[in-house]
């Protein structure tokens, strides 16, 4: 079974500063997907990033940086010069193949949420 | 632009109904997904599919039933709802089996069971 852990319930930073959210995820699967989601206060999830588990260069998108570490099974997710727009509840999810070759759902973290004050 | 869309924003029903909860796509996505959403529990998996027809269990399918008729709609049921089915639904739609593509999520439907 697949499990991930968001370990930081809600996090508090204020604006300009950087915030790095922690995941950590377990699975016995070789070929597997990470993704981040954000949900903001409207409630829908907007997708951010995926990356495979064969890929583990970091990547960098405007503000938001992720570091993939396989060795300590973590994604981590950092915003530099953190904005009020960056306040949501940040999701960590992982998906591995099935049988089939295809990809199931998603396995959640429980969720962080950042806040950002102005 | 990708559009999931679930029928109501919030519903209120009551112990023992039967409920419906719809959700449509408009990108000709193979996959489908239902979810459910609880503080300090993230989101769960409850049943997907992959085709027409076709179900698949997630992870708490237990008091649950889909239907998929048609390619763009995936309907979730609650045979009989209870207090603890209280909770906020999310819809998710991908490309297709075998694409790692993300999943698009809805704008949810927030169920109250009294």
């Known amino acids: 079974a697949q499990k991930v852990t968001q370990a930081q319930t809600e996090i508090s930073v204020v604006e300009k500063e950087d915030a790095t959210l922690d995941c950590v995820y377990e699975t016995r699967d070789t070929t597997y997907y990470l993704f981040w989601y954000k949900q903001p206060p409207s409630g829908e999830l907007v997708f951010l990033i995926r990356r495979n588990s064969f890929d583990e260069q970091n990547e960098i998108s405007g503000r938001y940086s992720w570091n993939f570490q396989k060795s300590t099974s973590s994604f981590n997710f950092t915003i530099t010069a953190s904005q009020v727009v960056d306040s949501a509840v940040y999701f960590c999810a992982l998906s591995v193949l099935n049988s089939g070759g295809g990809a199931d759902g998603l396995t959640f973290g429980k969720g962080t949420h950042l806040i950002i004050q102005p | 632009d990708v559009k999931v869309t679930q029928s109501s924003r919030y519903l209120v029903k009551r112990t023992g109904e039967k409920v419906f909860l719809e959700c449509v796509q408009d990108m000709d996505h193979e996959n489908m997904f239902w979810y459910r ?17 076709m179900k698949e269990k997630g992870d708490i ?10 390619k763009e709609r995936f309907s979730l049921i609650l045979e009989s709802a209870s207090t603890n089915q209280t909770s906020m639904y999310l819809c998710a739609s991908s490309l297709g089996q075998g694409n790692w593509d993300e999943q698009f999520f809805g704008p949810g439907t927030r169920l109250t069971v009294l």
């Open chain 2, 37 to 53: 959403q609880d503080p300090g529990l993230g989101l769960r998996l409850i049943y997907f599919s992959y085709d027409v027809k």
């Open chain 2, 61 to 70: 399918p237990e008091g649950y039933s889909v239907s998929r008729e048609k």
